[in-house]
């Protein structure tokens, strides 16, 4: 029997196990899916432990911290500096897979035009780099504290994309005294996670310059900003669908795993009323 894990810490809101056993079932594939919740002092010592494995997910705060042990990186990996995928063969490779979870879930429409991100950490990283690779004029909202590290992306993007256009960096809090006008936003920050779900990122009053929200919370299923989203007219996406596809890709990364769209459909849907349920 194959043996799988997710790595992180902490672990106690994961909804990775479930989602990896339907994801087992869905592709006739035997296998254990462990929990492996590892505080920072005993993270080292880890390695032979994985290497026993046939693959495995990372979390925070593990996602760059897990590199320097893999053989290999595939370009995502490279790309986005982060690996929240390693197939154990062959020393391990590491993917990140979250980009292909991410561009899934945007429902067909394009990324592009002006995209918003409010974030510059983590996974706001990543959305930032991929909008910028689809042609999007990115904007990078943060708070005061985040600046520093939102210019310092900046200029990485700046390389990275050579032929992008440039990249504004700006406050969460001065956006409304601002009127540009987003075909995305993109909220890329922890607040309005579960339990703290009356936070906001940003004031409501910016909504209804925006076309599309894609929230990267997907606990609650529906967070406050989505709420006040649709409330002024936006097209809303919630970030059960990134969890999905994501680990979608790690499937096929590890066995070459092939699904039918209905049935990650459905799945994502099961998700939501299993987090809903929950509650």
Sequence with gaps: MKRFAILGYPLGHTMSPP?????????????????????????GGL???LRQLDGFNITIPYKQQIIPFCARLDETAQRYGAVNVVDCRDGGTGYNTDCVGFLHSLEGIPLSGEVLIAGAGG??????????????????????SGLEK?????????QAVPNA??????????????????????????????????DLP????????????????????????????????????????MLVWQAVQAHQNWYGAAYRDEDIAALIREMEAQLEAGK
């Excluded at 939102?150 to 700046?158: C, G, I, K, N, T």
């Excluded at 700006?170 to 996670?193: C, D, H, K």
């Design 19 to 43: 989602i990896h056993q339907r994801l087992f079932e869905l592709s006739g594939q035997q296998a254990e899916y462990e929990v492996l919740q590892t505080p920072p002092e005993q993270f």
């Design 47 to 49: 390695w032979p432990y």
């Design 123 to 144: 996974v706001g990283r990543m959305f930032a780099i991929e909008a910028a690779r689809q042609g999007a004029a990115v904007t990078l909202a943060v708070r005061p």
């Design 150 to 158: 939102a210019r310092h992306l900046q200029a990485e993007m700046a």
């Design 165 to 198: 256009a440039p990249v504004r960096v700006t406050t969460l809090e001065s956006l409304p005294e601002q009127n540009g006008r987003y075909r995305w936003l993109i909220n890329a920050t922890p607040v309005g996670m579960y339990p703290n779900v009356e």
């Design 202 to 241: 940003l004031d409501p009053a910016v909504l209804p310059r925006c076309e599309n929200l894609f929230e990267a919370i997907y606990n609650p299923v529906q967070t406050k900003l989505m709420r006040l989203a649709r409330q002024a007219g936006c097209h809303v996406i919630g970030g059960m669908a």
